[in-house]
């Protein structure tokens, strides 16, 4: 039992969690996009345009957007003339953010299959590195923040863009009670799979605190780290530099 991670509220093998998040992200690829519109009310869209803002891509750098699936963040860095690497662990994203470059004519993105745990890229690789929405679902966080530090040149930064907790009184109750009982309901009827989305609403309250996961981004062995909340810290923005 001392190898338990967590899957959503409960406690599973790391081996049954990869295998489930996976099955998650392969039923709802198709309709992520959609029901990331429907979830925030569009203010997703807001939050990556400050992320990619806070990482200011610049022309022929190398830049891994790790869980980047289907697209969303990748688009937006390319667009500055950054050499952007798309990896995900599930290929069933990775064919829908395929399908989403080739129907806006990008053929300059890389797409790859990787395990953030276990990258296949050469050391001092990258000018920056990227995940939003996607470390918290990696069965072992520490390893792929320690393969994030790994791969990244001397110099190079780190950007992570996740779900926390909101320190905002009445909003954070307000928020509880909608995300519980409203998101599973709306990932059924658009995505016919309430259950997917109940497990990615109870991966949120799971995820260490916002000074918790900066410790863990210090551990990796990044300096220079911040952390920018938005909303109180509803979705909080995680940055560190190697040095």
């Known amino acids: 039992m001392n190898d338990q991670v967590s899957f959503g509220y409960e406690e599973v093998s790391p081996e049954e969690k990869t295998e489930r998040v996976g099955a998650v992200f392969s039923s709802v690829a198709k309709k992520y996009d959609v029901m990331n519109d429907a979830m925030s009310g569009g203010m997703h869209r807001l939050w990556k345009d400050k992320f990619v803002r806070r990482v200011k891509p610049q022309p022929h750098e190398q830049i891994l957007d790790m869980a980047g699936g289907t697209g969303d963040i990748a688009f937006r860095m390319a667009a500055h003339g950054a050499a952007i ?37 050469p050391d001092r690789f990258f000018d920056a590195y990227t995940i939003a929405f996607g ?6 966080i520490d390893r792929a923040l320690a393969e994030a530090h790994r791969v990244l040149k001397i110099g190079g930064r780190f950007f992570c863009l996740e779900f926390s907790t909101t320190e905002w009184p009445g909003f954070k109750e307000a928020y509880d009670l909608y995300s519980h009982k409203l998101v599973p309901r709306i990932g059924g009827a658009i995505a016919g799979d309430p259950d997917s989305y109940r497990y990615l609403i109870e991966s949120i309250r799971r995820f260490p605190t916002m000074p918790e996961f900066e410790g863990k981004i210090r551990q990796a062995g990044f300096v220079r780290t911040r952390v920018e909340p938005i909303l109180g810290g509803l979705v909080a923005i995680h940055s560190g530099w190697k040095i």
């Open 135 to 140: 470390i918290r679902n990696v069965t072992r």
């Open 85 to 121: 690497t798309v990896s995900d662990i599930n290929q069933d994203m990775l064919d829908v953010g395929i399908e989403r470059a080739m129907e806006r004519g990008l053929d300059t993105l890389v797409w790859s299959r990787q395990n953030a745990e276990e990258l296949s890229f």
